[in-house]
């Protein structure tokens, strides 16, 4: 069954546009906070006002295990001190932390690096359709499974939705979906829906009644989708023309 790698628990991947923060122990010199780097606006990270003037003004203690921010390029590296590019993109948070570690053994004897990621910017997931509220989801280190992602829009309106008809759009290539069709009414169905995990520019897509009503939004859906991935076949069958399979729960 191909989307049978869907049930394996993920672990997070970092991508371009993640923050992450960098620290060496005993190492403040070279693990320094950049202030101008923090913006609340975009990563979950603050710094209280009193540390604040301390940096500025030097006169944070020595010892202190300080941190910086860096944000993933978009060639997949972070730039840091002494070591230079590292490139880190694709690499889980220990991944990411022994490839620094090994790059700074040539400056420090038996250094002990820390890495913590504090802003996911990089993957998402869309829930559209007959949910309360139609979002946009950012994916941490967190595994979003299909319930999860319909509880945090705010559940399914069962008013206008075909509990049915519940469907997760995952680009497996540029030519290529995969479309896992969920029957909400049935027990094991959703049972497994809690066991598949959402992974980047996956759909999931609540349909009201009637396979006409899923055509209509397919037709609008796919030529904006196409800006992140594009699909030629792989749809089921019956949906939308041309289209050859899908996987049934």
Do not use: C
Not at 185 to 191: A, F
């Amino acid at each position: 069954n191909e989307s049978m790698h869907l049930y394996s628990y993920p672990k997070y991947h970092l991508g371009v546009s993640d923050a992450i923060t960098f620290s060496i122990w005993g190492h403040p010199e070279i693990s320094v906070v950049n202030l101008s780097l923090i913006d609340p606006a975009y990563y979950d990270y603050t710094i209280p006002a009193s540390k604040q003037v301390d940096e500025m003004y030097g006169l944070s203690k020595p010892y202190d295990n300080k941190s910086d921010i860096f944000i993933i390029s978009d060639d997949g590296t972070i730039n840091l001190p002494l070591v230079g590019k590292v490139k880190i993109v694709g690499k889980t948070q220990d991944e990411a932390r022994q490839l620094i570690t090994k790059n700074y053994n040539n400056y420090i004897v038996d250094p002990t690096v820390n890495i913590k990621i504090v802003a996911y910017r990089s993957q998402r997931a869309f829930v559209l359709g007959e949910v309360l509220q139609n979002q946009i989801i950012p994916i941490s280190d967190v595994p979003l499974s299909i319930t999860m992602a319909l509880e945090r829009v705010g559940g399914i309106n069962l008013v206008t939705a075909n509990i049915k008809q519940i469907y997760v759009l995952h680009p497996k290539s540029r030519d290529s979906v995969e479309v896992i069709a969920i029957d909400a009414t049935n027990l094991i169905s959703m049972l497994r829906a809690g066991q598949i995990y959402l992974q980047n520019n996956d759909i999931v897509y609540v349909s009201t009644a009637g396979l006409a009503q899923f055509n209509r939004v397919m037709t609008q859906l796919l030529p904006f989708a196409e800006t992140f991935w594009y699909s030629s076949r792989g749809i089921p069958p019956g949906l939308v023309p041309g289209a050859l399979s899908n996987t049934q729960f």
